[in-house]
């Protein structure tokens, strides 16, 4: 299995920036994608930004520009700088990556437990 801890939610004013960080654990033999979904209050999660293994990357409209996705291989982990934050980004932000465990011949998406960014106006 794989555990994804993300961190770096909080409040922010619009315009703001805020960083979050997402770190995967476990008994991992490879990463494919990795990215960043959300889901505001009463809508349905979106995608926000991923990141292939190859380090090329896809951006929801909303956020090019504004939002950069970033992975480091070496720590499993996967970045989302965010930038000129507007009030609706307000939302719970929720880490995902398409790896492969030991015991498993093929990948699998695994899922974080999401951290809450709100942006104030």
């Known amino acids: 299995q794989v555990q994804l801890v993300e961190s770096g939610g909080g409040l922010v004013q619009a315009g703001g920036s805020l960083r979050l960080s997402c770190a995967a654990s476990g008994s991992i033999i490879s990463i494919n994608t990795m990215g960043w979904y959300r889901q505001a209050p009463g809508k349905q999660r979106e995608l926000v930004a991923l990141v292939f293994s190859g380090d090329s990357t896809n951006y929801a409209d909303s956020v090019k520009g504004r939002f950069t996705i970033s992975r480091d291989n070496a720590k499993n982990t996967v970045y989302l700088q965010m930038n000129s934050l507007k009030p609706e980004d307000t939302a719970t932000y929720y880490c995902?990556?398409?790896?492969?465990?030991?015991?498993?011949?093929?990948?699998?998406?695994?899922w974080g437990k999401g951290t809450l960014v709100t942006v104030s106006s």
């Open positions: 995902n990556t398409l790896a492969r465990v030991a015991g498993r011949s093929t990948h699998t998406y695994y």
